[in-house]
């Protein structure tokens, strides 16, 4: 069965402590994997897209790599404003365009 | 701007009285598709629509349907809504093809509450 796993479920950072999210995933044949930020009562933000093992995309602080069972969400120096949730989605072939989500990882970050 | 609009954004009602949410979207995305979210479990698809008049189940359709009749729009419509249909309901909407790379764009959300 497809599946994406992400952990940890939490984590608490000092302002400025760099860290990493995972996400694991089994599917068939991966299209695309997606790294999307979530506010509090608010929709998914897209982040990222990686397709391929050793792919890397940055963004501000986030760094985001994949290879061919997981990927990283790499937080350098974070900021307050970096607390969200973050989720992992992967999209298979064969699946047109449907995401599978992770529970996702839920980030603060205090000052 | 390129929006994905979802209404309302909370709604309580009781159980059995039929309601609809609306979405909308101004990128001419063909795929469309609605995911509930619930503690826990993450973002899980209900239905989804390749384009117009075609729409297909996701994981966890019982209970809902939903109509494709312009490319725009995709309404969800619980016929008799039941408590265990509480949660936090997005739509989406992408690029259909590109190798499936294409982003997935979502509305704010409507927050459901069935007593």
């Known amino acids: 069965e497809d599946q994406v796993t992400q952990s940890p479920e939490a984590l608490r950072l000092q302002e400025g402590e760099s860290s990493s999210l995972n996400c694991s995933y089994t599917?068939?044949?991966?299209?695309?994997l997606f790294w999307y930020r979530q506010d509090p009562g608010k929709g998914p933000e897209f982040l990222f897209t990686?397709?391929?093992a050793g792919e890397e995309k940055e963004k501000e602080r986030l760094k985001a790599t994949l290879t061919k069972k997981e990927s990283f969400l790499h937080i350098t120096a974070p900021k307050p404003e970096d607390s969200a949730t973050y989720l992992c989605?992967?999209?298979?072939?064969?699946?047109?365009?449907?995401?599978?989500f992770g529970a996702g990882t839920r980030l603060a970050v205090h000052p | 701007e390129a929006q994905v609009t979802q209404n309302p954004r909370y709604l309580i009602t009781v159980t059995g009285k039929k309601l609809t949410v609306t979405c909308s979207q101004n990128?001419?995305?063909?795929?469309m598709s609605w995911y509930r979210q619930d503690p826990g479990l993450g973002l899980r698809q209900i239905y989804y629509?390749?384009?117009?008049?075609?729409?297909d189940k996701g994981d966890v359709p019982e209970g809902y349907k939903v109509s494709r009749k312009e490319k725009r729009n995709f309404p969800l419509i619980l016929e008799s809504p039941s408590p265990n249909q509480t949660s936090l309901y997005f739509c989406?909407?992408?690029?259909?093809?590109?190798?499936?790379?294409?982003?997935?764009?979502f509305g704010q959300g409507t927050r459901l509450t069935v007593v």
């Open positions: 989406a909407s992408s690029f259909q093809g590109q190798g499936g790379r294409a982003e997935a764009f």
């Open positions: 599917v068939s044949g991966l299209r695309g």
């Open positions: 990686l397709y391929s």
């Open positions: 989605a992967v999209r298979e072939s064969g699946g047109y365009n449907k995401l599978i």
């Open positions: 990128m001419n995305h063909e795929y």
């Open positions: 629509s390749m384009n117009v008049e075609v729409t």
